[in-house]
């Protein structure tokens, strides 16, 4: 076996870091997440696998909250996701500590972003199994939506998804994704329903959705809740309610 095969810190002769392909790999396996920027919104939601019966479900989240204003989902390892939810956390207390403002969303996708990349250059260490999708607000009111990867890339989207399904979901979302579908809560919720409901086909117990909305009456100015089971299988009644419906009238057309 070649050593650029083995080692992180150096390039195969085609340009590629393969223990960075690697760890894309690993997300690729991972459970599908989505997030979905909406006009006054962030609404992230994920991919819930079949656990024992013994276990207790409460110990697995692949949603996380990271401060009053930013949440954060992920695919991949979640071992490495627990070890940078926790970094992050301390750089949005140590930010706000020194500069007496609430951390942008931006700069701390960049920082988990700056992270990832460190690992990527260390002899003997490897990189993050995992990619995140960061949401939340600015301070100044804004919804805003980050894609990390395990290169140590960053991007914003509007809508963006990651893990096993995340080509079925991103398609339905670029086909889906408008002023119309995420102009309140309650339409981007049904959005974010549908792209799962591509790779997702077991119900409301395997769907984990949580939403931030900006709520400018409070201190913290957001306010972030984690649906119900009962609530997500309301939307999905409701979504398949509007798909019968559908299929209804075109059945009528014909």
Do not use: W
Not at 34 to 54: A, M, N, Q
Not at 61 to 90: P, Q, T, W
Not at 97 to 121: C, H, S, W
Not at 146 to 157: C, H, I, M, V
């Amino acid at each position: 076996m070649e050593r650029y095969d083995r080692a992180i810190t150096i390039f195969s002769p085609d340009g590629h870091l393969f223990q960075v392909e690697y760890a894309q790999e690993a997300v690729k396996k991972g459970s599908t997440a989505i997030g979905v920027r909406g006009k006054d919104c962030v609404v992230i939601g994920v991919e819930k696998k079949s656990i024992p019966t013994l276990q207790d479900d409460r110990t697995i989240r692949k949603i996380h909250s990271i401060d009053e204003h930013v949440m954060l989902a992920f695919a991949g390892l979640s071992a490495d996701a627990r070890v940078l939810v926790d970094y992050a956390r301390i750089e949005c207390q140590s930010y706000k500590l020194t500069l007496e403002d609430p951390v942008t969303v931006g700069t701390i996708a960049r920082y988990v972003a700056n992270m990832k990349q460190r690992f990527t250059q260390s002899p003997g260490r490897r990189p993050f199994g995992i990619s995140m999708l960061i949401g939340g607000f600015d301070y100044d009111g804004t919804p805003r939506l980050f894609k990390t990867e395990p290169s140590g890339t960053y991007y914003e989207y509007f809508a963006n998804s990651t893990g096993r399904g995340e080509k079925p979901v991103r398609e339905y979302l670029e086909e889906h994704y408008s002023d119309e579908t995420t102009k309140d809560e309650a339409a981007v919720l049904k959005l974010v329903i549908k792209a799962l409901s591509q790779v997702v086909q077991s119900g409301a117990q395997n769907i984990e959705i949580a939403v931030m909305t900006a709520n400018n009456e409070r201190e913290s100015h957001c306010s972030h809740r984690v649906l119900s089971v009962e609530e997500v299988e309301n939307l999905l009644k409701e979504v398949d309610d509007e798909r019968v419906a559908a299929e209804s009238e075109e059945g009528k057309k014909k």
